[in-house]
């Protein structure tokens, strides 16, 4: 069986996809950078990957977007796609958190030391454009890497495609609106209890 590998980078984050003759499978793995916690949160010299909560879903959105986008383009595959989100490196010795960067709710969730892992299948052609779809899919997957680290659901995306703009701190909040606008995404002001 013949594999062939695209990489992209992020910033922080790395996403990597593998086709397989025929077959599509997506891989996004999101390789975050490490820095040192604070002595209160544990000992200086410890590496730990602290992984904003919006960083992850504007990564795996991008990605989903950017891997879709070039399954289809390049090796003209259509139809469902299995999808298989990671954190990269996350292990004991570099064990990872989930921080909010805003100014209200939510602490730090659970410290993980195994990477999380997160799938589910989606047409192809709902990740290639913007939109609504794109936004459910990065949702599911984004929920599904969160849930190790104890939180129920992301907050910045619903299973139905909105997005909740409280939950996206002023440095995103602007361009976020007006991608928003552009892609006729539904938006909300509705917060989690």
């Given at each position: ?84 989100a990671t954190l ?12 909010q960067n805003r ?17 589910g299948a989606f ?71």
């Open positions: 069986m013949k594999l062939s590998k695209l990489q992209y980078g992020t910033g922080r984050c790395m996403f990597e996809t593998c086709t397989a003759n025929f077959g599509l499978g997506i891989q996004a793995a999101i390789r975050c950078a490490l820095w040192g916690l604070p002595p209160a949160m544990g000992a200086p010299s410890t590496p730990i990957s602290r992984i904003g909560d919006e960083d992850l879903a504007v990564s795996v959105l991008s990605g989903l977007r950017f891997l879709a986008r070039h399954a289809s383009d390049r090796a003209a595959s259509g139809g469902n796609a299995p999808v298989r990269w490196l996350v292990t004991e010795e570099t064990p990872a958190i989930l921080v100014s209200f709710g939510g602490s730090p969730g659970h410290q993980i030391i195994k990477p999380p892992v997160a799938t047409d192809l052609d709902d990740l290639v454009e913007d939109g609504a779809p794109l936004v459910a899919a990065t949702s599911a997957l984004t929920t599904g890497l969160i849930q190790h680290f104890g939180y129920p659901e992301t907050l910045q995306t619903t299973s139905d495609g909105t997005i909740r703009i409280r939950y996206w701190n002023q440095g995103y909040s602007q361009r976020v609106q007006k991608w928003v606008e552009a892609w006729s995404v539904q938006i909300t002001q509705e917060t989690v209890s």
